[in-house]
Structures are given as C-alpha cells and as structure tokens.
C-alpha cells in the first residue's frame, strides 16, 4: 500500500489504514518521544497522543512536505506540549552546577549508549539540545516553540555542551563533583 | 572536541532510541479513536452549514418578530351579556366586538342605544334565512367617540353609589368607573339636588376622578358649581298689573306691578375658568335693570 493511498485511508477513518501508518512510524515516533521524555511511559503517552492528533487532523496534511516529517513534526511539538507545562527552565545555569561522572572514557562506558548519556541533562538542557543538535532548530525557534529568550535557549544549550563534553569527552575528566573550582 | 563533533554524535546515533512501540499500545490507540467521535471530514463545509443555518434561524426569529408586531391587533372580546336591559333600550345579546382591552370597561358601563320601536342596531340581531336557518348575528362595531356622545344617553339612575349624611356633609361615593364626562354629569346632579342646602359640602368620590368637594352657597339663588345668567329678556313676566285690570291709564303706580320669582328661568353654564386657573363657583350677579325695569319696579 502507498503512502497516498495510506493517507486516503487514513481521511475515510480506515482503521487497517492507519494500523498501516502506525506500524510504520510507530518506532520513529516513539524514538523522539523517548528522547524528549525521561521515563518511558510518559513516552508511550506522548505516542498515543501523537497518532491520536493525527488521524484526526489528517485533512491538514496538504502533500507539502513528507508524510513522516509531518508526523514526526506532530510528535515533537506534542512533547514540547507537554514538557511546557512542567519544565522550568533556568535563565542562567552556573557552571558550578555541572555535576561530572566518576568514570574515564564515557564512550567506552556508555557504550554508546546515547539515551543514558542525555539522561545526565536536566529537563531545560536536554530538550534544548535535542532541539538544537539533533531536531536542527535555530534559538529563536526554539524560544518560540518553548516560550522562553532567546538568551535562554543559548545558555542552556551552552551548558548541555559543557556537560557531555566534560563528563564523556574529556581526557582529563575529574573524577569529583567539584570540578572547575 | 568541537561542538559540530558532538551534534554529529548525537544526531548520527539518535535512530537508536527508535523502538516499535508494540501492540498494546495501539489497542489503546484504538480504544481511545472510538471514544472520540470521528470528526466530519470537511470542517469548512460543517461551518458553512452552522453559519448557514443559524442565519436562516435569526431570519426567522426577526421575521416572527415582525408578525407579532403586526398582528398586534386587539383581541376579540365578548362584551354582551354584561348590558342590561332596559325599557326601550337594544339588547346587544351574543354581540362580538372588536374592542381594545383598555376600553373593555367603558364599553361595559356605557349604557345601551335608544332607537325608536324598540329595533335591533342593524347587522346585531340574528336573521331568519330560510327554512328557519337561523344566521349568527353580524358583528356591532361599537365606535368609542361615538359612546362619548350625547347620542348615547348616560343614565344616572343606574349608576351604583352610596350617599352618606353626616351633619352638613353629604358624601357621595359611586362604585361604578364613570368616564370625566359622566362624573361631571353625576356631580352636577348631586349639586342640583343639594341645591337649596345652603352651607352643605357635597363630596363625590370615583374611582380614577379626583375627590369632588364643593360647599352649597346662595341655596336661594340656586348655585353651587353652576354659574346662573338671568336672561335679561325673559328674565321675569309680570303676571298682571293692576293698572292692567283697572284700564287705569293715568300713570303706573308705585309697586303695583307684581311677578312670580318661580318664572324666572335659568340658563345654566358650566363654570368658566379664569386666566389664573381659578374657579369658578362665583356668582355672576344679574344685570342692573334697564329703564323700563326701574321704571317698573317703582
């Protein structure tokens, strides 16, 4: 089945159709919902609600763009949605507070595990990197998307770089909490 | 280590948080799509059609509106079996009348057309057609300036009223609603019949009329409310003189001429208001008598 005729599917509310779309992109989906939330079943959550949106928006979709990268688009900004409501995002993140791992060579160690190692950010830091390194952002949108400055989204970028790099890619990694004082 | 190497890092191992989420989750999905009722396809159209639909009603509430208004007339009132008869008057009886409610009572109160012989206002009573087919009676417009009248006779024997007589009073209250009209008609007899009651306050109490208060003065020169001109011509008639009797035709003699008060008569006018508003009530003194009266009177 294509994916025109998926979206047909999908705009006369065939459940097989969109069970179709669903095992598609499913994965994808819940591959940004993991990244954005902590816990997994916030993440499930997120799924559900990213499919719920659109199937029933699924007349908006006007064959601009790739129906996966509006669907994604939809899993996004419903996290965003969500992690707006309960995320405080500091204006100025201290580099005091950068709080480094005991252990040399996070590469070896996390092997590659980048789910873990973006575990390590607070809320505010990580969804601005995901936003900014991986999603391809720019600062004001994602000030827009996250109703915060400009300024903020820099700083708290600025600290999730500092964070990884010390902790996972530094040669000379402290092994305490009190590093840099 | 650059920031580009980092981004590079991360985003080229981000397909690894990728992960089916599994069926159980789209049963839940499912379950949750029928709970929510499905949406109309076109949303536009559904708009169209509320925006639609809610003009057509507001058409119609203004147009209703508008109907109302204009059917505004008078409801049908039965005003018949109210009238009583009375010798010589017309039975309006199962008459149907197009009046206003707020002349109900007064059309109530007026009292019935007199016409001569006792016959019916035409188009009022039923008509025998044929075969003794009795046809219903055709409506009686009844004209309310047309009440108001003097082709209607007001009767003030019918008028129910309570008079009471304290010492010096008498106290009329009347518990029918009389129009201005009437009232004035009804205190004016009351003052007439109080007339020679010299000093007397006549109180009159209607409903919807200001209390009517008016003391007797003069009972002799028959006044009250009631202005009294003499009418200088007919003013009195000299029943017989003396001279007359006798063919004396040398010269009146003084005080032989005599007339009877009683044949005075009377033109009564309404009180006439002043500039200031005042009443009314005075006592408009006959005329000095002519020559020929004094010449008499000697």
């Given at each position: 089945m294509s994916e025109q005729q998926l979206i047909s599917g999908c705009i006369r509310q065939d459940r097989r159709s969109q069970q179709q779309v669903y095992t598609i992109y499913g994965a994808k989906v819940l591959g940004i919902c993991k990244r954005y939330m902590k816990d997994r079943e916030r993440a499930e959550e997120m799924v559900m609600n990213t499919f719920l949106q659109a199937f029933g928006k699924?007349?908006?979709?006007?064959?601009?763009?790739s129906f996966e990268g509006w669907i994604l688009r939809i899993a996004v900004n419903c996290c965003l949605m969500e992690l707006r409501k309960k995320t405080t995002f500091d204006v100025e993140v201290p580099h005091d507070n950068i709080q480094l791992p005991a252990n040399d060579g996070a590469d070896a160690f996390f092997n590659d595990d980048i789910e873990a190692m973006l575990k390590i950010l607070p809320d505010g830091a990580r969804i601005v990197f995901n936003l900014y390194a991986i999603e391809g952002y720019k600062h004001h949108e994602i000030a827009e998307q996250l109703g915060i400055s400009e300024g903020t989204s820099k700083s708290q970028l600025h600290y999730a770089k500092e964070k990884l790099k010390k902790t996972f890619f530094s040669t000379n990694t402290p092994k305490t909490a009190s590093h840099g004082r | 280590m650059e920031d580009k190497e980092l981004f590079d890092f991360f985003k080229s191992r981000s397909q690894a948080f990728n992960e089916a989420p599994g069926n159980a989750l789209w049963t839940k999905i499912e379950a949750q799509m029928l709970l929510e009722p499905a949406k109309p396809l076109n949303e536009k159209a559904t708009l169209f059609t509320k925006k639609l639909f809610l003009f057509i009603a507001a058409v119609a509430i203004i147009a209703a509106v508008f109907f109302m208004l204009s059917q505004k007339e008078v409801p049908v009132v039965i005003i018949n079996k109210e009238i009583k008869t009375a010798p010589g008057q017309v039975v309006y009886e199962n008459d149907t009348v197009k009046k206003k409610a707020a002349q109900k009572q007064y059309i109530n109160f007026a009292p019935k057309k007199v016409e001569k012989g006792r016959t019916a206002v035409a188009g009022t009573a039923p008509k025998v057609i044929e075969d003794g087919i009795i046809s219903p009676p055709a409506f009686a417009k009844i004209d309310s300036k047309r009440l108001d009248k003097d082709t209607i006779k007001f009767d003030l024997n019918t008028v129910k009223m309570t008079t009471q007589t304290p010492p010096g009073r008498v106290i009329v209250s009347v518990k029918d609603k009389l129009s201005e009209s009437q009232f004035r008609l009804l205190t004016q007899k009351i003052v007439a019949e109080h007339k020679?009651?010299?000093g007397t306050l006549i109180v009159v109490k209607a409903a919807g009329h200001k209390l009517f208060r008016q003391i007797i003065k003069n009972a002799e020169l028959n006044v009250a409310p009631i202005h009294l001109a003499i009418d200088?011509?007919?003013?009195f008639q000299p029943i017989k003189t003396s001279l007359q009797d006798s063919n004396v035709t040398g010269g009146l003699k003084a005080g032989s001429i005599t007339f009877k008060v009683d044949t005075l008569k009377l033109n009564t006018t309404r009180p006439s208001k002043t500039k200031n508003g005042t009443n009314n009530g005075k006592i408009i003194k006959p005329k000095k008598p002519t020559e020929t009266e004094e010449i008499l009177n000697l």
């Open positions: 699924i007349t908006q979709y006007k064959n601009e763009g | 020679n009651e010299d200088s011509v007919k003013r």
